[in-house]
């Protein structure tokens, strides 16, 4: 798999969710997510599909696993990691954004990471998988003090797989 990256936020303890939602709301974390995505494919669990507000995200090819038979507005729901692999494999930069368990089927495949580490315990019911630091480089490392906007301080890391 080429050009397939993960994108995600975590907490100090690889939390990233609790009640099918997120744990903050860190608007430089969302504008670098949608900077980012935007113009790419995307690829997310029905859950973390289900969560967000508006439905699909727009100027982005919204990608969803579920084993159920569902359809959704803009959105390509396929039901193996396989179809996905398959149906995108013209595209250039692929994203995985979660949630968990979908983290979980791709980890072993990607081989760049997006991730925000917030500094911060948070009570959650989701985590990000376990993964080894001393398999991946730093490309970027970016601390970002927490502010008016912020309410966390966070650093942007940029991983790729050595
Ligand atoms: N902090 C972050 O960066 C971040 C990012 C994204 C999400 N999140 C959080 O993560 C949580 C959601 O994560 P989650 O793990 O509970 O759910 P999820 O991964 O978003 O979705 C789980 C669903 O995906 C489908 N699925 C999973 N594995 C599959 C497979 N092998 N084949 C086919 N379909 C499969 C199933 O759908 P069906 O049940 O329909 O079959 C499953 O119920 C939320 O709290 C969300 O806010 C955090």
Redesign the pocket.
């Not at 994108?7 to 975590?10: G, K, R």
């Not at 969803?64 to 159920?68: A, D, G, I, P, R």
């Given at each position: 798999m080429k050009n397939w990256s993960i994108?995600?936020?975590?907490g100090n303890n690889n939390e990233?969710?609790?009640?099918?939602?997120?744990?903050w709301r860190i608007s430089a974390d969302l504008k670098r997510f949608k900077t980012i995505t935007t113009g790419n494919t995307i690829v997310?669990?029905?859950?973390?599909?289900e969560?967000l507000p508006k439905g699909a995200l727009p100027n982005r090819r919204n990608i969803?696993?579920?084993?159920?038979n569902?359809e959704y507005e803009n959105t390509e729901v396929?039901?193996?990691?396989e179809q996905v692999v398959e149906a995108t494999k013209d595209d250039k930069d692929v994203f995985v954004?979660?949630?968990?368990?979908?983290?979980?089927?791709f980890i072993s495949k990607v081989n760049k990471m997006y991730l925000?580490q917030v500094n911060e315990d948070f009570d959650a019911?989701?985590f990000?998988p376990e993964f080894d630091w001393s398999e991946w480089s730093v490309l970027e490392k970016d601390y970002v003090d927490k502010g008016e906007k912020n309410q966390f301080a966070h650093t942007f890391y940029i991983l790729n797989r050595i």
């Open positions: 994108i995600v936020a975590i990233i969710g609790k009640d099918n939602d997120l744990l997310m669990g029905r859950k973390t599909f969560s969803v696993l579920s084993k159920q569902l396929y039901s193996t990691v954004i979660g949630g968990a368990s979908v983290y979980e089927l925000t019911d989701v990000f």
